[in-house]
């Protein structure tokens, strides 16, 4: 046994040279390279996309958020948000849009509180923007995977047009082409659906009056 244990040590010696190479490698280096690169190639998105207004970050295009009138009662925790109709709206979000909870509904297709949930906000969806109900979006009514996601489609932003209009007293055709200049078309010309980013119109809309 004796005899072996030199050969041993430099099986171990050479095992752990390697393992600080490769954690200075991909530990360290490689991180570091991948972070430099992005802050000089995309330093808006390495920031995490942030927002501003009077020099102070306010929310990140990034991630989703409620539009919501202030609580009736703001020390109720189970008081659910109520939908400014001055603000372009959200899609549903299981997460209510906190971004240490993101997380999905996880209700299949064939769950029935998923289909009330629906059918609830179809009606609630239609009433609020003063539209049928069978013209209501898919997206209005289904919450995204993450229950953060800030986008919504060019067909439900449209939909709220009206709504936003009417409430602030702007005309219709100018909130219409707000909207038509935030439209974000497919990745590459064919990855994704075309998509409105909420928290940016938003911000568009706030400049706007």
Same mark, same amino acid.
């Given at each position: 046994? $004796?005899?072996?244990? !030199?050969?041993?040590?430099? #099986?171990?010696?050479?095992?752990?040279?390697?393992?600080?190479?490769?954690?200075?490698?991909?530990?360290?280096?490689?991180?570091? +390279?991948? +972070?430099?690169?992005?802050?000089? +190639?995309?330093?808006?998105?390495?920031?995490?996309?942030?927002?501003? #207004?009077?020099?102070?970050?306010?929310?990140?295009? $990034?991630?989703?958020?409620?539009?919501?009138?202030?609580?009736?009662?703001?020390?109720?925790?189970?008081?659910?948000?109520?939908?400014?109709?001055?603000?372009? #709206?959200?899609?549903?979000?299981?997460?209510?849009?906190?971004?240490?909870?993101?997380?999905?509904?996880?209700?299949?297709?064939?769950?029935?509180?998923?289909?009330?949930?629906?059918?609830?906000?179809?009606?609630?969806?239609?009433?609020?923007?003063? %539209? !049928?109900?069978?013209? %209501?979006?898919?997206?209005?009514?289904?919450?995204?995977?993450?229950?953060?996601?800030?986008?919504?489609?060019?067909?439900?932003?449209?939909? #709220?047009?009206? /709504?936003?209009?009417?409430?602030?007293?702007?005309?219709?055709?100018?909130? /219409?082409?707000?909207?038509?200049?935030?439209?974000?078309? /497919?990745?590459?010309?064919?990855?994704?659906?075309?998509?409105?980013?909420?928290?940016?119109?938003?911000?568009?809309?706030?400049?706007?009056?």
């Amino acid at each position: 046994m $004796l005899l072996h244990l !030199p050969s041993l040590l430099r #099986q171990h010696v050479s095992a752990l040279r390697m393992l600080l190479v490769f954690t200075v490698v991909t530990g360290l280096a490689y991180p570091l +390279a991948v +972070a430099g690169v992005g802050r000089l +190639a995309f330093p808006h998105q390495a920031d995490g996309s942030l927002i501003e #207004q009077h020099g102070r970050p306010v929310a990140s295009s $990034l991630l989703g958020q409620n539009f919501a009138l202030p609580k009736k009662n703001p020390d109720d925790p189970q008081e659910a948000p109520r939908p400014d109709p001055k603000w372009f #709206q959200p899609r549903p979000s299981a997460a209510s849009y906190d971004p240490l909870n993101s997380s999905a509904s996880n209700l299949g297709p064939s769950s029935t509180a998923l289909l009330d949930a629906i059918a609830q906000r179809r009606a609630a969806v239609a009433s609020f923007d003063g %539209v !049928p109900p069978s013209s %209501v979006p898919a997206d209005a009514l289904t919450a995204s995977g993450s229950g953060l996601d800030p986008d919504i489609s060019p067909a439900y932003a449209y939909e #709220q047009a009206a /709504r936003v209009a009417r409430t602030r007293g702007l005309p219709l055709q100018g909130v /219409r082409h707000l909207v038509a200049d935030h439209v974000q078309e /497919r990745a590459l010309g064919f990855l994704g659906e075309p998509h409105v980013d909420v928290v940016e119109l938003n911000e568009a809309l706030s400049k706007a009056g």
